[in-house]
């Protein structure tokens, strides 16, 4: 099984957090996975890296509805961080909400490879790497 | 110059000189009373003369005097209106005492002239110039003058005029002579045989004949002409006399009028039959000219009674011919015109003053209209007149005495029976003239008018159908002038605008009487709209004078005559209250439909969300515990399954209690007292309140007093103390106050804090939906809110927030 470096995992609900980190582990499929509990919290931790020339995730897992800041206006602030950042970062989106506006909003972001519905299991989690470790 | 402004007219007469008398005085007197010109009448020809000969010699006055035995008559006159003076005031008196003119230059000078009236008084006359008028004997009868009031002496050049035209004047006299002896020839031609030559017989004839305007000529036995006048050779086109004279009609006519001519003169030669008037048509040699003549031709008989001739007399009655062809012409159109009057007669009626009818004259079409003949009519005028129906009867008597009193136009439409039994609708005007026996007669006109009569009344008929309909109308209609003056309106619009005005619908009223002065403008900008062609409508609510709220449909729309132009405005109105109630409930209730289906859709989607967050925990755990790889770790995630089954349990409590708000529309609802339920939740958080140190400043009323369910107050005032609570700030001593204040008939309940506060503008449209939390707190579940807001709803009453970050948070709760 191929592996990337570093998955991330952004959601305020923390069994479902622990849960996937769980499953992420015994796939092994990265060396490392990280979470946040919210948009805030990640744009935070994702600017410290840059400012530290550390190493960002290839893989990111971004749910919706989170408080504080949620999955789209963290999609906002990261497009203003993009400029700063030369690796690639492939962001799909995990959520329960079937709206169909979530859907087409999500579609409008280039930056997004994907909409997915949770919950995200290991056939997904298999597909998703195989499709960044084609290069 | 003689001031005879003082003297008496005795002493003027005294003064005068009397003129002195010719010597052949009686001849003189003798030959004018020959001439029987005193006293005769004006002459124009010698009155032409007379004004010429003031012309030339540019004289004010110009005269031709008779010298009477003592007056001076003027024959001729020109420039004064006087026709004699006496014999001793003229001065021609003096004139015919010599042969030669008399000229006086200076009349005032000359003590002959110096008291004539003309001379000291009006005109002022200076200067006198007269030539004697002699008979053929010589003997001087008068004098033909001119008068000035200058003493400016003729020119040699205008007293040679005058001269000729002076002799003019001799052969007007003469001629007027010659005229005088033709008259006396005839009578007196026997007796007077010896006096006067048979060439002077002869002259005087021609001289008469010459100047009668009919045509003369005598013929010989043979039928050829001796004796022709001018007229009979303007008739022949002969300018010359000698080339009549010797022929016969047959050489003079030729072709067919003169063979029939001279065979009406033979006859008359050889029969001596006179032809006495006879038309006859004559063609002008040339053809271009045609002539009627009345021809007479009476036999001459010598003393032996043998036949030498004939005389005949032709009178030119050509005008009176085409006056009698012009006048039979129009007779025969007036005939045509009166016999063809479509739907209509002529009539002359005699009404005798017994009441007797009898008519004079009927166009024969009355018989097309009425069936009965005019023979008939006018054999039996009674008859006639008992045909019209009885009902109409008075009304045409009436007129037609009221016509004959005033002497005005008869004019009555009435019925009549036509002679098939038919029932008609007639139409007569006649003017009445009296005459001297005391009869009237009645000049006319009848028309049929049933077809026009009948479409009158089936229009009358549809007119008064709409009417019924107009004011039968719930719509009110107000028909105006293009600058809104009430024309004409229907009795529903009197009642409508009586709800409202206590201003009544008049004619001639204004529509912007109706209207406060504010809305003159809007108004006078929609008429403009309207007159353009366009249609102006609206909805508009009125108070009633009696309070009541009604709705009305109001619509504006020009209305064009029968030649486009826009006669008016008419505005319809119409009650919709009814339609208007019905539609503000159906929109009342679409919105609450729409709201419920939009809160459905809302609900199923966070149902959706949350149930799936834990089902897809639950989905994930069972995956894992089949790669558990020790009890250990089967352990760990039994225990996070009974974690996430606790959530789930929890979701589902919130999910029961939001679908039971839901639900419960008619929920209990009671009057509630709002102080009472605040100390009530104080109580219950004193804790909190107490270890966040957290100031309470309740200013709300004893008084008020809210329609709500006690649970639902309960939980909403908790809720908003405990979020107040939750979300103080740090670095602040807590603060909430409640206060309570009326807005638009609704009690508001305001609780402020100065907690954390939100950034609304980010999570505005998000605080009330279920699930949201905006801090960082783990036990911000976000199912508060959203509950609140859908109890304040369920019982009518609405949520508003304002909140700034730092600085604290305002919740505003409407009651209904």
Redesign the interface.
């Known amino acids: 099984m191929k592996k990337v470096n570093c998955i991330c995992i952004i959601d305020d609900?923390a069994?479902?957090t622990?849960?996937?980190k769980?499953?992420i582990v015994?796939l092994d499929i990265c060396d490392t996975v990280v979470s946040y509990?919210?948009g805030e919290e990640a744009y935070l931790g994702f600017e410290k890296n840059i400012q530290q020339n550390n190493p960002l995730p290839n893989i990111v897992l971004l749910d919706i509805?989170m408080?504080?800041m949620d999955g789209w206006?963290f999609m906002d602030a990261f497009l203003a961080l993009k400029p700063q950042i030369q690796q690639k970062i492939a962001i799909y989106i995990a959520s329960?909400?079937?709206?169909i506006e979530d859907r087409e909003k999500a579609a409008s972001y280039t930056d997004i490879v994907e909409y997915l519905n949770?919950?995200v299991?290991?056939a997904t989690l298999q597909k998703i790497i195989q499709e960044q470790t084609l290069d | 110059m003689y001031n005879y402004l003082t003297l008496s007219p005795l002493q003027v007469i005294i003064i005068m000189l009397s003129v002195p008398t010719p010597s052949n005085e009686s001849e003189r007197l003798n030959a004018l009373s020959k001439i029987a010109l005193i006293d005769s009448a004006p002459d124009a020809y010698f009155d032409g003369l007379v004004a010429l000969a003031a012309q030339i010699c540019n004289a004010p006055i110009a005269l031709f005097t008779l010298i009477d035995k003592n007056r001076q008559w003027f024959k001729a006159k020109y420039g004064t209106t006087i026709s004699e003076t006496d014999r001793n005031s003229s001065f021609c008196g003096y004139t015919i005492l010599q042969q030669t003119p008399l000229e006086v230059i200076n009349l005032a000078n000359d003590e002959r002239f110096a008291a004539n009236p003309w001379v000291i008084g009006p005109p002022y006359l200076r200067y006198y110039y007269g030539i004697p008028i002699t008979d053929s004997q010589g003997l001087a009868i008068g004098s033909l003058c001119v008068l000035n009031t200058s003493d400016t002496p003729l020119s040699s050049q205008q007293k040679q005029q005058l001269h000729h035209v002076k002799k003019q004047l001799d052969a007007l006299l003469e001629l007027h002579i010659a005229k005088l002896h033709a008259l006396k020839t005839t009578e007196v031609l026997p007796i007077n045989h010896h006096t006067t030559t048979l060439e002077e017989e002869r002259r005087l004839l021609y001289t008469l004949i010459n100047n009668l305007p009919d045509a003369i000529y005598i013929k010989d036995k043979e039928g050829r002409k001796t004796i022709v006048n001018n007229a009979d050779l303007a008739f022949l086109g002969i300018t010359n006399a000698e080339a009549a004279i010797g022929k016969t009609d047959l050489e003079l006519f030729g072709g067919e009028k003169g063979v029939s001519s001279y065979a009406d003169d033979m006859h008359v030669l050889t029969t001596g039959n006179p032809i006495y008037n006879r038309e006859e048509k004559i063609i002008s040699s040339d053809g271009s000219n045609c002539y009627w003549l009345l021809t007479s031709k009476v036999p001459i008989y010598n003393n032996n009674g043998v036949i030498t001739g004939l005389v005949g007399i032709g009178r030119n009655i050509t005008e009176h011919k085409i006056i009698d062809k012009i006048l039979s012409d129009r007779e025969e159109q007036l005939h045509l015109l009166a016999n063809n009057i479509p739907n209509g007669a002529i009539y002359r009626l005699l009404e005798y003053p017994n009441g007797h009818l009898e008519y004079l004259f009927v166009s024969n079409s009355i018989e097309n209209i009425t069936g009965i003949a005019a023979s008939d009519i006018r054999k039996d005028a009674m008859q006639f007149k008992s045909k019209i129906y009885p009902a109409d009867l008075p009304l045409f008597v009436s007129k037609a005495n009221e016509a004959k009193a005033n002497n005005h136009i008869f004019d009555c439409e009435f019925r009549q029976y036509h002679q098939n039994g038919e029932l008609r609708w007639y139409h007569s005007r006649a003017i009445p003239k009296h005459n001297a026996n005391g009869e009237i007669v009645w000049d006319g006109i009848f028309i049929d008018i049933t077809q026009h009569k009948l479409v009158e009344i089936a229009l009358q008929q549809s007119e008064n159908n709409l009417n019924t309909v107009f004011e039968n109308t719930e719509v009110g209609y107000i028909f105006m002038s293009p600058q809104l003056a009430f024309i004409s309106f229907n009795t529903a619009a009197i009642h409508f605008t009586a709800l409202e005005h206590t201003l009544p619908l008049q004619v001639g009223e204004n529509l912007y009487h109706y209207y406060p002065k504010e809305h003159h403008e809007k108004l006078t900008l929609v008429t403009k709209q309207v007159l353009q062609g366009q249609v102006f409508e609206t909805d508009k609510k009125i108070i009633t004078l009696q309070g009541e709220e009604k709705w009305f449909h109001i619509k504006l729309s020009h209305v064009a005559n029968r030649t486009q132009e826009v006669a008016g405005i008419l505005m319809a109105m119409e009650d919709i209250t009814t339609r208007k109630k019905d539609e503000l409930e159906l929109k009342k209730s679409f919105n609450l439909v729409n709201e419920q289906n939009k809160r459905l859709l809302n609900f199923s989607?966070i149902v959706?969300?949350?149930l799936?967050?834990h089902?897809?925990?639950i989905?994930?755990?069972a995956?894992?515990m089949d790669?558990a790889d020790s009890d250990e770790e089967r352990n760990e995630l039994l225990s996070?399954l009974k974690?996430?089954s606790n959530?789930l349990d929890e979701t589902m409590h919130h999910l029961n209690e939001v679908v039971s708000i839901q639900n419960h529309v008619n929920i209990n609802v009671q009057s509630l007292s709002l102080l009472e339920y605040i100390h009530k939740t104080i109580d219950i958080l004193k804790d909190d309140i107490q270890t966040k140190n957290v100031i309470v400043r309740n200013l709300v009323p004893q008084n008020v007093a809210v329609l709500f369910n006690p649970a639902y107050l309960e939980s909403v005032i908790i809720n908003f103390l405990s979020n107040a609570i939750k979300y103080s700030h740090p670095q602040k001593q807590p603060e909430i106050e409640l206060t309570c204040y009326r807005s638009l008939e609704q009690w508001v309940l305001q609780i402020s804090d100065n907690g954390l506060g939100m950034d609304l503008k980010?999570h505005g449209e998000k605080l009330f939906g279920l699930?949201?939390?905006?801090?960082?707190f783990s036990n911000?579940r976000?199912i508060g809110l959203f509950i609140t807001k859908n109890q304040i709803e369920a019982m009518g009453g609405k949520i508003e927030v304002s909140s700034q970050v730092n600085v604290g948070t305002t919740f505003k709760i409407y009651f209904k």
Do not use: C, W
């Open positions: 609900d069994i479902y622990l849960l996937l769980k499953m015994k509990a919210n509805n408080p504080i206006e329960s909400s079937i709206t949770k919950p299991v290991t | 989607y959706s969300h949350n799936r967050s089902t897809s925990n989905q994930s755990i995956k894992l790669f996070h974690t996430v959530a980010k699930y949201k939390t905006f801090h960082g911000s976000g």
